[in-house]
């Protein structure tokens, strides 16, 4: 976690960059990707936390990130608490521990590639261990990402697993 000097705190999760102010936190999308960096999506039009989406651009994160201008407001939650959505691999417990270990900030011991697999295997291993429905937008399937190339191969092959595509 980085804490700035106006006192705001981002922290780097597998998914999402939570922006931490004092009265209001936001979490901006992650698309982790196999082919090519990490695409982290910056809302175009919002009237806060504006220093803070500068700073973080200029950070040397651990990992390869494409930062993508879209148009989109971002959810605006009360505590880190309720970032997490039961269900996803973020709310697991082995995905806990890993964000617990700040495994992006520039000062990690392990390389981008080394956190990156990390994760990959995480996302492989809870993709093969889900039970019952899953609903997969197919219009949000991005083409090079780890849900195309590494958790959607692995529900497929999840015979536990039913997909139903929208």
């Not at 497929?156 to 997909?163: D, L, P, R, T």
Request: proline share 4%.
């Amino acid at each position: 976690m980085i804490e700035l000097k106006n006192g705001s705190k981002l922290k780097m999760l597998w998914k999402g960059l939570v922006i931490a102010g004092s009265d209001k936190i936001i979490c901006l999308p992650i698309e982790p990707m196999v082919i090519g960096p990490d695409i982290l999506y910056i809302p175009e039009n919002i009237n806060y936390f504006n220093e803070e989406i500068e700073y973080l651009q200029n950070v040397k994160w651990n990992r390869d990130i494409e930062y993508k201008k879209v148009d989109y407001t971002p959810k605006i939650y009360s505590s880190l608490s309720q970032i997490i959505d039961y269900g996803t691999i973020e709310s697991t417990k082995a995905a806990q521990e890993f964000m617990l270990l700040d495994m992006f900030d520039p000062d990690f011991d392990l390389t981008k590639e080394q956190v990156h697999e990390l994760w990959c295997v995480l996302e492989k291993r809870f993709a093969e261990s889900v039970e019952g429905k899953v609903t997969i937008a197919s219009g949000e399937v991005v083409k090079g990402s780890v849900f195309e190339k590494i958790s959607l191969p692995a529900l497929v092959n999840n015979k536990k697993a039913s997909i139903v595509f929208k």
